[in-house]
């Protein structure tokens, strides 16, 4: 095996595994249930539409690979933005819903125990 097939496979499994834990994370540090299913539904699609670009990347022809990354690097922050907006948009109406109803959830860390 040459090196830059090994350093090919090295970075696409580092790459995946970086990306499974930052999914995991995502989803662990949710507060709610809705938030947490937002996040999971949010992180399948994130998950189907990276293995799209790469499999995109692999089958288009070379002029093409180009516009491809132009569309990506445009796509992907704004996905970025709604995925935080609407995170944060939930966080607010779980918050204002606990408020109308009297009860007080404490976040992740707020706790009696928690140091």
């Known amino acids: 095996m040459n090196p830059g097939l090994i350093g090919g496979i090295a970075g696409c499994v580092i790459g995946c595994i970086g990306g499974a834990i930052g999914t995991a994370a995502s989803i662990r540090n949710t507060l709610s249930p809705r938030e947490r299913a937002f996040a999971i539904k949010a992180s399948i699609i994130g998950w189907i539409a990276g293995i ?40 607010n109406e779980e918050s204002q819903n606990q408020q109308v109803h009297g009860t007080h959830s404490q976040a992740r860390g707020d706790g009696p125990f928690s140091s």
Do not use: K
């Open 52 to 91: 799209i670009f790469i499999a995109f990347l692999l089958l288009l022809p070379t002029p093409w690979r180009f516009a491809l990354w132009l569309a990506y690097g445009i796509l992907l922050p704004l996905g970025i933005i709604q995925w935080n907006r609407t995170q944060q948009r939930i966080r």
